[in-house]
Nanobody, 125 residues
Framework: QVQLVESGGGLVQAGGSLRLSCAAS????????MGWFRQAPGKEREFVAS????????YYADSVKGRFTISRDNAKNTVYLQTNSLKPEDTAAYYC??????????????????WGQGTQVTVSS
């Protein structure tokens, strides 16, 4: 099973940017579709973005479309989430996920092989 570790979270002012990383170990990421999810206090976890195993297909939640970009470097066994124009409502713990499902189906968050431990993003107004 692949192990995932997120990093790059922090405190940022509204309008700022952060680049989140998800590093894998144990197995190569190249056979997995990858996704980012987030969970704010008192709310359910929600889908943010996903990417196919080769990176050819990407999907985004409407709330982040045009502001966030998911990418992957299979040679580095790492997936990224570039977050721009951050808003206070983006404040949440962000989790990466690996799945043998498709990048489209990973959005449901149900067929997940591995989850990371999360990295906190806090956006101040």
């Amino acid at each position: 099973q692949v192990q995932l570790v997120e990093s790059g979270g922090g405190l940022v002012q509204a309008g700022g940017s952060l680049r989140l990383s998800c590093a894998a170990s144990g197995r190569t990421l190249s056979s997995y579709a990858m996704g980012w999810f987030r969970q704010a206090p008192g709310k359910e976890r929600e889908f943010v973005a996903s990417i196919s195993w080769r990176g050819g297909s990407t999907y985004y939640a409407d709330s982040v479309k045009g502001r966030f970009t998911i990418s992957r470097d299979n040679a580095k066994n790492t997936v990224y989430l570039q977050t721009n124009s951050l808003k206070p409502e983006d404040t949440a713990a962000y989790y990466c996920a690996a799945s043998h499902d498709t990048a489209w189906d990973i959005r449901r968050g149900t067929q997940i092989d591995s989850w990371g431990q999360g990295t906190q993003v806090t956006v101040s107004s």
